[in-house]
Antibody, heavy 124, light 107 residues
Framework: QVQLQESGPGLVKSSETLSLTCTVS????????WHWIRQPPGKGLEWIGY???????TYNPSLESRVSISMDTSKSQFSLNLNSVTAADTAVYYC??????????????????WGQGTMVTVSS | EIVLTQSPGTLSLSPGERATLSCRAS???????LAWYQQKPGQPPRLLIY???SRATGIPDRFSGGGSGTDFTLTISRLEPEDFAVYYC????????FGGGTRVEIK
């Protein structure tokens, strides 16, 4: 079955760039949307952005100036870069698959498969 | 951006009881664009309901979603021990946002 695995540094210094990669295994990266979502310790979920397999991206407006998501289809990977990080960016970062759920009229972005998450701490 | 407000913050119930969770949107959300997720400690969220009322694959029928406009509900008809968790609503009608969550705890 399809599995997602996040990887990257668990500790990032304040003002530097947080970089994470999500590797997709057991299935194709094509024809799906791929998202990054984060969760600060003890808090709720925040959507960061997504990339479509064609390379089209959409970001959370509150993070748009600092975030970029890219994809390497040959490696079945997509990546997150978040620059100028502060302590507020400390969180568990999840990658997730979005098959686009459609009825006869409309479609919605929801997440059917998630990675286990990776904790990233921003240190001063 | 649409803000989702979930209530109550915590629901204390016993196994076998019925749980009703509320999600209120700051503006109208088409039913297509409202979903519910369950999260247990140390685990990623799991999709329960999409399109306001459609159960995701493998989700038991004791979970049901309803509502329209700005008011949506998730109902668990009879709580099983594995249902005690945090539940989030989610919308993608205007950007993508989550509610703050409702914790369902054992009374």
């Amino acid at each position: 079955q399809v599995q997602l695995q996040e990887s990257g540094p668990g500790l990032v210094k304040s003002s530097e760039t947080l970089s994470l990669t999500c590797t997709v295994s057991g299935g194709s990266i094509n024809s799906y949307y791929w998202h990054w979502i984060r969760q600060p310790p003890g808090k709720g979920l925040e959507w960061i952005g997504y990339i479509y397999y064609t390379g089209t991206t959409t970001y959370n407006p509150s993070l748009e100036s600092r975030v970029s998501i890219s994809m390497d289809t040959s490696k079945s990977q997509f990546s997150l870069n978040l620059n100028s990080v502060t302590a507020a960016d400390t969180a568990v970062y999840y990658c997730a698959r979005d098959p686009l759920f459609c009825n006869s009229l409309r479609c919605s972005h929801d997440y059917d498969i998630w990675g286990q998450g990776t904790m990233v701490t921003v240190s001063s | 951006e649409i803000v989702l407000t979930q209530s109550p913050g915590t629901l204390s119930l016993s196994p076998g009881e019925r749980a009703t969770l509320s999600c209120r949107a700051s503006q109208r959300v088409d039913n297509t664009h409202l979903a519910w997720y369950q999260q247990k400690p140390g685990q990623p969220p799991r999709l329960l309901i999409y399109g306001a009322s459609s159960r995701a694959t493998g989700i038991p029928d004791r979970f049901s979603g309803g509502g329209s406009g700005t008011d949506f509900t998730l109902t668990i008809s009879r709580l099983e021990p594995e249902d005690f968790a945090v539940y989030y609503c989610h919308q993608d009608a205007d950007s993508l946002t989550f509610g703050g969550g409702t914790r369902v705890e054992i009374k």
